[in-house]
């Protein structure tokens, strides 16, 4: 009976596929119904014979064309790096405290951090700030700068970080010219990937950050992901993470893969490091 009706539907299926063909094959004018083997003109001017792969159904274009749901237009920045229309701004120069809290004794409370010149910025002593929002997958574009001055060397050198869901952390790192450790510089993937390769400008100039991230996905184990995060990473337009797939939580001692625990949506995170790093224009997609 179950084969039966196997036959059925593969039968039905090969009706509906047959359909269209035929149906054009009575529309095409006599010269396109032929011939069975088509000819293809090679760059030395010989031909060659091509069999179709199917000689029973000849496919037009139509049915490998897909017209809806029609692809929803989202407005484009006038300058790119600016937030389209779709972005939801995280930080556009003025309020801090309307998207951010700071990461305070396990809990949060205001920002402590300043205004200066359109940016923000750690003070001594402040902590963290973390989005109130938290987001799965996501498009984020951040502009950071490290001082002018350069003081400190290797990761005491205008280190800050971008932390994706809380857990994941794409290092800030005044990288010009300051060796410290490939896989701890601008750009890493702290302590799992390094960048492909050192787009940093000089301190005291504007940099940015593209980040495309896909959340990880957990099956019944909390311990080990289904599929792990994905992320890209651009740094001043250059790519510097090719679609890398994380190993768990980005840490400063000890095995990503045993840190791995089952989590949802997360926040966005600017590290304060305890230098002063300033961040301006930060806007997010939710994919
Ligand atoms: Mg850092």
Redesign the pocket.
Known sequence: MKTNLTQMKKSMIFSLMLLPGLLCLGQQPQQQQQPPASRQQTATGEQRQRPLEDSTIRMTHFQTEIWDPEVQMVQPAAKVGDPPADAIILFDGTDINKEWEEASRGGVKPATWIIKDGAMESVKGSGSLKTKRVFNDFQLHVEWKTPSVITGES?GRG???VYLQDLY?V???DSWHNRTYRN?QAGAF?KQYAPLVNASRKPGEWQTYDIVFTAPRFGKDSTTYFTPPRATVFHNGILIQNNVALRGPTTFVGIPEFLIKKHGAGSIQL?Q?GNPVAFRNIWIREL
Do not use: K, P, T, V
């Open positions: 990761q280190n800050s970080g952390e290092q800030i790192l701890g702290y590290q490091h």
